[in-house]
Structure formats: structure tokens, C-alpha cells
């Protein structure tokens, strides 16, 4: 209908590369305020996740014995828990902790998802057929019954609750990446490429996955969020790491008894949780418009 | 029509109309100071490519704007009432009633989930059993022949053209003061267009309905219009009637426009189609003075002022300083516009690239499990149904026929896109697999294709460069290096700039897009290069410039050329042979010089009869077909064709297979008829309706 209203982009300049798309990809998330907010927490508790450690005044673990559950002081900004560590301190180490973890969980399971996606998709047949069978079966279990599940068989242990959200988010990024290679796979240009003698592995990631990374990125943050929230969902549940580290669910879940007389203890890493979920949220929303606006 | 304008008011009266579109904080007008009229009982012809503005004049017209679009300035009065000042919930009460709105795409433009009948009649108000009888009433109108059946269904199980006859039915149904025709057949198939826009002409005459047709097809134009607006750029830059216009266009944009078409019976050795240099500024660019100067092959100093509109009599306006010099005929942007080709010498055809022997290409249907486990044999789609054939080094073969004929599986069982059922194929002297895998590097190399959606045919995310360098690495095995410059050598065969190589193709317009893909197709010298409408989905100043280039790279490279179009003046200029294609078997097969000329196959006199031609003054007779093509599942047995023909002779037809007949001049004809008997009613229709096509 709009066929007039054809807005060009700036003819003149040539295709953005790397570094510089990433920089623009940047710049366009900054114009929007929500998704301007959303970015600058993440990349904040970024910043706070490789250097916090080295500027908090006190270890995660250390014990400041005459100083338990104190309100919030000079000393103490977020005041200290019941075995008299420094809240502050462990609000930051543990941004490193979950944020490492989930991270690592959501790129792994990034990385086996869209690779089983992008050849089940680009394949199809049985192996799509039993593939996506076995994912759906996966899919039909509760995210927190299936880590229960995974848990209790592993033992509760980093590496443990690693494999628990790759076993859990594997197959959505499967599936995500699978929906868009279907469309992308009957296009003309795929076509081209098999007609000029690419080989499968050639088309499937020098034709396919191109158009399917916008999505990807999207799901990727996404993915980030919920493996936060599960990582300290176990860690709340006592189940996923074990004291003394500072995993901000076991932050809640140690502190929760105490929590009329420091109720700070208790709420300093619930806040965190809530603003980086907030935060990466916001971020993955601001990048799905950037991408249905149609720019890149 | 002057008659008219004496004295009758007009019933839309559009007076500077500037409408203008936001972009962040900025606004850029996609439509500028333009005025027209539409005098009662007229049709008033709105013609341009995309990005002209004629679908924001429309839509601003009808005060249907999207939320970025607002009106900057003008007046719109319809039958004397001012549209402008109308609240929402007025403007509400204004469609339907009084402007009635032919959408370009039937299909979306129905509710799916509601009877058509309940549909037709929504609008109306009426009581339940009335209600029924109007909508049959209405239906009946639009000669829709059972409509009974047709009322009690849903959207989608009627076809295309029974669906568009339905929203001119509803469209009309309120008796609205203007109807406004948005390409109402531009999604359609030629021949079921040329029924619609029939039934068009039939009912704005008989009904003395004003009416706004918006169309970029200057043959529909010529058909139906009394008048005709030429719109560039969002400016109006001629209006006329439409007989003056198409015989001395006074604008050079017109003029390039009605030349850069090539009408039915044109060939590449007859004319040289001349396209419009360079392309329509983008609507945040307004370069100063006459804004067709850049592209205009006559400008001179004083077009660096901006035209204004020139008064040229009573019912002519044009937009261009020189438009009496051009009216005298001292200079013409015909001459002055470089032809791009030259025409071409009778040539030879070499030895056959291609040969097809009896080839079929069948799509199982789906059955049902009860089917399945009974193994009860598949019913088929019969796609291609025993074509046999061949094309030569350096020949053009053209293939037309309506959607669902075949042509474009039959391109792809050659590609080895789709595998074949039956039959052979040679690839110059050896035997050629059906389906990829089984076909090495050097044939890949020699067969290529041209797609249909430039904006499909290269990777969004690839730049061009990368595209381009890939058949040099794959193909040929050369470095990324030497890919790169031969890449570059691609893009300047193909007249763009080296640069190129370093953009995304959201950066080019279709017409560059598509130089690109043809670029890639010759990249690796194919023996063979297939283009499947290559131009259907571009503009008209653009189509003839890729015209032209495909036929100078395929003589530079000495290929073979398979074309596939619907649309038979294209092909009968391009191409050398012509095959027509019905229902997955070949109809007739001829030079192109002589398909246009009688005895043809009935099929072919109709399809011909069908396209609307370039001259107002024509009377053309056209042959209607009844309804569109079945399901080649069905095919009965006999001639495809029989259901449908107009020359449908009896029994045998059904029952026996025809013969192929040659003509004298070397056609051949898959039909019953006696060769001299088609000939001499055909030849007699001709002279009886066939008007003058000169140019």
C-alpha cells in the first residue's frame, strides 16, 4: 500500500562492518529511553561483574564477628547478614557469580540450540521429525521440574546446574532458530547459492544464519534473563551453589529468617535480581523493535 | 468529454493538495501541490510508478492518511463538500457512502470468516431476507453466474477474479458518489484482468459513475480512461484526455513512459525500447527546478527553474517548460534518449544448449490417512506433462501462459530445483540429471537462473560484493582476490558503479537489485541461463533498461535464454521463439515474429485478445476464457484446452489427443482445427476490430 513512502537509507554510504554495526546497533538502542535504561544496567552490572570485586571493601566471605545484621552504615553501605559479612560485598561478588554462570549456561545452550536449529530446520525429514519430538517432550516439562529433576540426579554443583540450563534452554533456541531458517530456507537467494555449488555447511551458515542472528540476539538476551532468575531460583531453593558463596537466591534464602531485624540482608539481593532481570529485559525488548523496524 | 466541463461542477475538486509524511522530526512531502478534477460520469486515469505519490494522493484524497502522513496544505471537495474539515466520525460516514474504494488485493480485502453475501450486504442496513436478495441482486450485476452459491460462500473458495468482482459489487452497491480504483487488477492473471477491467468499463458506463483509476499499467489506462493525470515524484506533471495523451504526450516523463513499453508485436529487431535514464529521487531529496531534469533527456537551463503547471487549452496541463517545442514536434525526448540496444541482426540459431524430451514433472497430492493405508495410488498434480523442446546457443526462447501453467516448474526441473518425474533432459551433448546432487560443478556452471523478486534473489545480510564474489569461488575455483575484481568487472557490465560492492541490498532499488542478480547469473558464462519474470515485479522506465540488458549479455555471451512472462508483449520482444504453456503441456511453438500473427492456437488468439493495449483508439474485441484454469490434477483427457476454448469443436476435442500441425512460416499448433480454417476466421476478427498501432 505504501509503496510511495519508501524511505531510502543514506544511499551514499557503504554497508556497516563489524565493530561499526555493533557501535550502531548501540547508538540505535540509546535513542529509545526504555531500552536506553535497560542497556546501561546491564552493561553496569557488566562493569560491576569484572572489576567489582577488586574495589568492594571486604571478601564475600569474610566474617566481621562483633558485626551481625547491622542497618547500614559508613562502614557497611547495605549493612551486614546474620553471620556478620558485608552485604555490599557480597551483592557485588555475586553479580560476578550469577552473571558468569547464566551467561555461560545461555551461550552454551545458545550455540547447541542454533546449531541443532539450523540443521533441523535446513534438513528436515526425520531427523527434524525426531529432533523436535524429543525437544517438545523436553519443552512439556516445567522449566523448574526439569532442573529439580537434573539436580537431583547430577548433585547440586556449578558444573551441574551448567548442564541444567543447556538441557532447559537448548531447545527453545532450537526452535526459535528452526522457525526462521524454515522461512529462510525456501528464499530465492538460498536457491542461488545451491545452484552455484556451495556445499550444505556453506549455505546453512553462510546464507542461512545471517538473516537468523537478529532473532538470535534477541532470544540470546532473552535466554539471559530467565537463566538469572533460575540460577537464583535454585540457589534460593538450595539446590543449585552452596554457601558460603554469594549467589543472591542464597543471599535471600539465608536471610529470609532474619528479616525483622535486618531486613536489608534480605533485600539487597532481591533488588539486584529484580533490576538486572529489569534491566536485560528492557535491553532484549529495545533490540526485537530495532529489529521489526526493519533496520540492522 | 469536454461536454462535461462546461457545465457540470466537478464531483472532486482537489486544489493544491500537499501531503506530506513524518520521519522523526522531519517531514518530507510525498505529495506537492497537486490539483485535479473529476467531472461527473468520467474516469479519470492516475498513472506513475512506485514512489510517484499516486497511492498518497489517494489515500489523502479519501483522508485515510497512516498516522505518519498529514495533509500540509490544500483543499479536497467532494460533490461541494470540504473533506478536509470533516471530524473522524464524519469522514466515516463520507466512505462507503459517497467514495467506494476497489483495493488493489481482493484477498486481504475480504473477511475471511463472513459469507460473501453477508459481506455485500453489511453495509447496507437492511432486514435479513431483503438483505439475501440484494446480495444476489448485486452479484448478479457484477455477471457473476450462479450467485446463489457464490453468497453462501467464504472468501477463499471462490478464485481471484470472482473475488474482485465481489468488491466492485460492493463497492458500487451504496451508489457512492466517486469510486476510487486502487490497481484493482494488477494481482491478476492477463486474462482474468482483462474480464475485470471489462466489467469495469460495462459498469461505470452503464451506471455514469465517476470513478479514479490509479494504475502504473498504461494499457489498462488506455482501455478504460477518459482522462489521464501522470504523476512524478508527487508532482502532477501532465493531464489530458487520454487520446491527445497517448498520441502527443507533452511531458518527457510521459513520453518516456509510453515508449518504454513494448507493445504486442514489437520485436527487438523492429523497435528499440528505450528506457528513462537513472531513477525517482527519494522523498526526502527535492533537487531544485523541474524535478524530472536530472532523468530528462531535453532539459536544459531554464528546467533548472521550477515549471509551472502550464495551461496548455481548456482540459491539457503539462509541467515542462518546452512543452511547445515538444508540441511541434522541434524536439522529442523519442530521439534524444539514447536506445540502449540496437536492433539486433536476424541471427542464426547454434547448436541446441538445452533439449527436453517428453518431460513431466508431477507433485504427488496429500492424502488422507484412510488413503494411505488403503494404498490407494496418489492422486497428482500434473505441474508438466510431456514437453519436449529445445533451445539454442545464443536463441531466446520466450515461455508464457497464465499462473498454474507450468512455467516456472518446468524452469525449475531444468535448474534442478525440482525433480522430474519423467522423461530426458541434454545439457549440449550430455544426458543431465534431474535434481542437484547429481549434477557436477561444470554443469552448475553452465545453467543459471534469474529470479522473479529481485529483493529475494540476494541475501539481505550478504553485501553485494559477497554475493557477487561467490560463484567466481565456488564455481571457478578462484581466490577471493581475483574473485573480487572480477566482481567488480560484473558490476560495471551491468552499468553500476564498482562501489556497489560494498553496500547491503536494502541500499539499492529493485532495478539495481536485480542488475546484480543478473550480474551473478552470468558471472560463471552459463551456456543456459533461465530468468523466470525477471522484470513482472518492476517499473515500467526500469523493466525496458533490464530488457535491454539481458539480450546484450546473452549476445556477448552467446547463452541460451529461456524467458518466462505472463505477459506477451515482453516476451514477444525479447525472445526469438515463443512457446505458449497451458496446463502443464506446450500449445503452440513459433518464431516470434509470427506469433502474432493468424492461424495461432485458440489459446494464444485469446490470451492476445487479452492484453490491453497501448492505443485509446483502438476497439479491441476481447475473447473471454470462462473460468480460470482448473487444477492441471483434473486435466481430462483430450486437449487441456477444451473446457475453456472458444473454438471448442465437439467430442473430439475431449476425447482424442491433438495432433501438432505446422504452419508454412514453421509455427507449430497443438489443436484439431484445420490450420487454414483457424487461420481465416482469425485473420477475418482482425481486420474487423484490429485498430492501428503505430507509434
Request: with cysteine.
Amino acid at each position: 500500500m505504501l509503496d510511495d513512502h519508501n524511505i531510502k537509507l543514506d544511499k551514499e554510504n557503504a554497508a556497516p562492518l563489524g565493530g561499526q554495526r555493533f557501535l550502531l546497533v548501540l547508538r540505535k538502542l540509546y535513542s529509545r529511553p526504555a531500552s536506553a535504561l535497560g542497556t546501561s544496567i546491564f552493561i553496569i552490572f557488566i562493569f560491576l561483574a569484572v572489576f567489582g570485586p577488586l574495589v568492594t571493601p571486604y571478601t564475600a566471605t569474610e566474617q566481621i564477628s562483633n558485626a551481625a545484621l547491622q542497618s547500614p552504615s559508613a562502614d557497611h553501605w547495605f549493612g551486614t547478614d546474620n553471620l556478620g559479612r558485608d552485604v555490599f560485598s557480597r551483592v557485588i561478588v555475586g553479580a560476578r557469580e550469577i552473571l558468569l554462570l547464566a551467561g555461560l549456561g545461555t551461550l552454551l545452550s545458545v550455540i547447541f540450540g542454533t546449531s541443532l536449529g539450523l540443521l533441523s530446520g535446513y534438513r528436515g525429514g526425520w531427523f527434524d521429525e525426531t529432533l523436535m519430538r524429543f525437544f517438545d517432550s523436553l519443552l512439556a516439562l516445567p522449566a523448574m521440574l526439569l532442573a529439580l529433576l537434573l539436580l537431583g540426579t547430577l548433585g547440586p554443583s556449578t558444573n551441574s546446574i551448567l548442564i541444567v540450563l543447556v538441557v532447559v534452554y537448548t531447545p527453545i533456541v532450537a526452535r526459535v532458530t528452526r522457525s526462521v531458517v524454515l522461512d529462510v530456507k525456501n528464499k530465492a537467494y538460498v536457491e542461488a547459492a545451491r545452484l552455484q555449488g556451495e556445499s550444505t555447511s556453506r549455505i546453512i551458515f553462510g546464507e542461512i544464519l545471517p538473516p537468523v542472528l537478529p532473532t538470535l540476539a534477541v532470544e540470546s538476551a532473552l535466554r539471559f534473563s530467565y537463566a538469572i532468575f533460575l540460577v537464583a531460583a535454585l540457589g534460593f531453593l538450595g539446590i543449585g551453589v552452596q554457601p558460603p558463596n554469594p549467589n543472591w537466591g542464597l543471599m535471600v534464602k539465608e536471610t529470609r529468617n532474619f528479616v525483622s531485624q535486618s531486613p536489608w540482608a534480605l533485600y539487597s539481593p532481591v533488588i539486584a535480581i529484580s533490576i538486572t532481570i529489569i534491566g536485560v529485559n528492557l535491553m532484549a525488548d529495545g533490540l526485537k523493535q530495532l529489529l521489526e523496524s526493519g533496520d540492522r | 468529454m469536454a461536454a462535461f466541463r462546461e457545465h457540470k461542477n466537478p464531483i472532486l475538486n482537489v486544489e493544491h493538495l500537499t501531503a506530506a509524511y513524518r520521519q522523526g522530526n522531519d517531514s518530507h512531502d510525498a505529495v506537492r501541490d497537486v490539483s485535479l478534477k473529476v467531472y461527473p460520469g468520467e474516469t479519470l486515469g492516475l498513472v506513475g510508478e512506485s514512489g510517484s505519490g499516486k497511492t498518497t494522493l489517494l489515500l489523502a484524497i479519501m483522508r485515510y492518511l497512516p498516522p505518519a502522513g498529514f495533509l500540509r496544505a490544500g483543499t479536497i471537495e467532494l460533490d461541494g463538500q470540504d473533506l478536509c474539515s470533516l471530524s473522524d466520525s464524519e469522514i466515516r460516514q463520507v466512505w462507503g457512502k459517497q467514495i467506494a474504494l476497489v483495493p488493489q488485493d481482493p484477498q486481504s480485502s475480504l473477511n475471511p470468516s463472513m459469507r460473501v453475501g453477508d459481506q455485500l450486504t453489511e453495509a447496507l442496513d437492511l432486514a435479513q431476507t431483503s438483505a439475501k436478495s440484494r446480495a444476489i441482486e448485486l452479484l448478479e450485476a457484477v455477471h457473476i453466474k450462479d450467485p446463489e452459491r457464490v453468497a453462501d460462500s467464504y472468501p477463499h473458495q471462490i478464485s481471484g477474479g470472482m473475488q474482485q468482482r465481489v468488491l466492485i459489487a460492493m463497492a458500487l452497491s451504496t451508489d457512492p458518489a466517486l469510486l476510487v480504483l486502487d490497481e484493482p487488477t494488477t494481482n491478476l492473471d492477463v486474462t482474468t484482468q482483462a474480464e475485470i477491467l471489462e466489467l469495469i468499463r460495462e459498469q461505470v458506463r452503464a451506471r455514469g459513475t465517476t470513478a479514479l483509476y490509479v494504475t502504473h499499467n498504461l494499457g489498462v489506462v488506455a482501455k478504460l480512461c477518459d482522462r489521464v493525470a501522470v504523476m512524478y515524484a508527487g508532482e502532477l506533471v501532465e493531464s489530458a484526455d487520454t487520446v491527445r495523451l497517448y498520441r502527443t504526450p507533452l511531458h518527457p516523463y510521459t513520453q518516456g513512459l509510453l515508449d518504454s513499453v513494448p507493445i504486442i508485436g514489437e520485436t527487438k529487431s523492429s523497435v528499440r525500447l528505450r528506457a528513462i535514464q537513472g531513477q525517482i529521487p527519494p522523498i526526502d531529496e527535492h533537487p531544485p527546478g523541474c524535478i524530472f531534469a536530472p532523468r530528462c533527456p531535453i532539459a536544459i537551463d531554464i528546467c533548472m527553474e521550477q515549471p509551472p503547471l502550464y495551461v496548455v487549452d481548456s482540459g491539457r496541463r503539462t509541467q515542462c517548460h518546452r512543452w511547445e517545442t515538444l508540441q511541434t514536434g522541434e524536439v522529442s525526448a523519442r530521439q534524444m534518449s539514447p536506445a540502449i540496444s540496437q536492433p539486433a541482426q536476424k541471427h542464426v540459431a547454434g547448436a541446441p544448449v538445452i533439449t527436453l524430451e517428453s518431460l513431466k514433472v508431477h507433485f504427488p497430492l496429500k492424502r488422507s490417512l484412510r488413503e494411505t493405508i488403503s494404498r490407494s495410488p496418489a492422486e497428482v498434480v500434473k505441474a508438466v506433462d510431456g514437453v519436449s523442446g529445445e533451445v539454442s546457443r545464443g536463441d531466446t526462447l520466450g515461455l508464457v501462459g497464465e499462473s498454474g501453467s507450468g512455467k516456472t516448474t518446468l524452469a525449475r526441473a531444468v535448474m534442478g530445483l525440482v525433480d522430474t518425474t519423467g522423461g530426458d533432459m541434454t545439457l549440449i551433448s550430455a544426458a543431465l540429471p534431474s535434481g542437484l546432487p547429481g549434477r557436477d560443478l561444470d554443469t552448475l556452471r553452465s545453467l543459471q537462473m534469474v529470479f522473479q523478486d529481485p529483493d529475494g534473489a540476494l541475501n539481505p545480510y550478504l553485501t553485494i560484493g559477497e554475493s557477487l564474489r561467490r560463484p567466481f569461488i565456488s564455481l571457478l575455483g578462484l581466490s577471493r582476490f581475483q574473485a573480487d575484481a572480477e566482481a567488480k568487472k560484473l558490476l560495471s557490465a551491468v552499468h553500476l558503479p564498482e562501489n556497489f560492492t560494498r553496500r547491503l541490498p536494502d541500499q539499492l532499488s529493485g532495478g539495481e537489485k536485480q542488475r546484480v542478480a543478473i550480474a551473478r547469473a552470468f558471472a560463471t558464462n552459463p551456456d543456459l541461463l533461465i530468468c523466470d519474470e525477471p522484470v513482472s515485479s518492476l517499473d515500467v522506465s526500469v523493466q525496458a533498461s533490464i530488457l535491454n540488458l539481458l539480450n546484450q549479455l546473452k549476445v556477448a555471451n552467446q547463452s541460451g535464454m529461456i524467458f518466462i512472462s505472463h505477459d506477451l508483449a515482453v516476451v514477444g520482444y525479447l525472445a526469438d521463439r515463443i512457446a505458449v504453456m497451458y496446463s502443464g503441456k506446450l500449445m503452440e511453438v513459433g518464431d516470434s515474429e509470427d506469433l502474432f500473427e493468424p492461424p495461432y492456437h485458440p489459446y494464444t488468439e485469446a490470451l492476445i485478445s487479452a492484453i490491453p493495449q497501448m492505443d485509446p483508439e483502438a476497439e479491441q474485441e476481447h475473447i473471454p476464457l470462462g473460468e480460470t484454469l482448473q487444477s492441471p490434477s483434473t486435466t481430462p483427457g483430450g486437449c487441456p484446452f477444451h473446457s475453456r476454448c472458444p473454438r471448442f469443436l465437439g467430442n473430439i476435442c475431449i476425447q482424442v489427443t491433438p495432433p501438432w500441425k505446422a504452419t508454412s512460416t514453421g509455427k507449430r499448433i497443438y489443436c484439431h482445427i484445420p490450420l487454414d480454417e483457424l487461420g481465416y476466421s482469425q485473420t477475418r476478427r482482425l481486420d474487423l476490430h484490429h485498430g492501428s498501432q503505430d507509434r
